[in-house]
């Protein structure tokens, strides 16, 4: 009896899903429909300016990670020259 009132009031699980779902679903159908329209070459050239955008915008973290790569292996390095000058002594 209360799952039935539960389920009229809110729906199944199905339908909420659903419910979620559909605006994402009608945005892709909208893309779609707009890239239909689009010649091969326009997509090859939209292609390029998504990587130029993600270039431009993951560029600092590229750096960073350069900078902490290049650390690490300097920091390796001293370690390395530390443990030979042990042995020695």
Do not use: W, Y
């Amino acid at each position: 009896m209360f799952k039935r009132v539960l389920t009229a009031f809110l729906g199944t699980r199905h339908e909420r899903e659903k419910k979620r779902l559909m605006p994402i679903i009608d945005a892709i159908h909208s893309h779609e429909e707009r890239l239909a329209s689009t010649s091969e070459e326009e997509l090859r050239g939209q292609t390029e300016k998504f990587r130029g955008i993600l270039r431009e915008r993951t560029a600092e973290l590229e750096a960073r990670v350069a900078e902490l790569k290049e650390r690490k292996r300097t920091a390796a390095s001293v370690r390395l020259r530390a443990c030979n000058l042990r042995r020695i002594f």
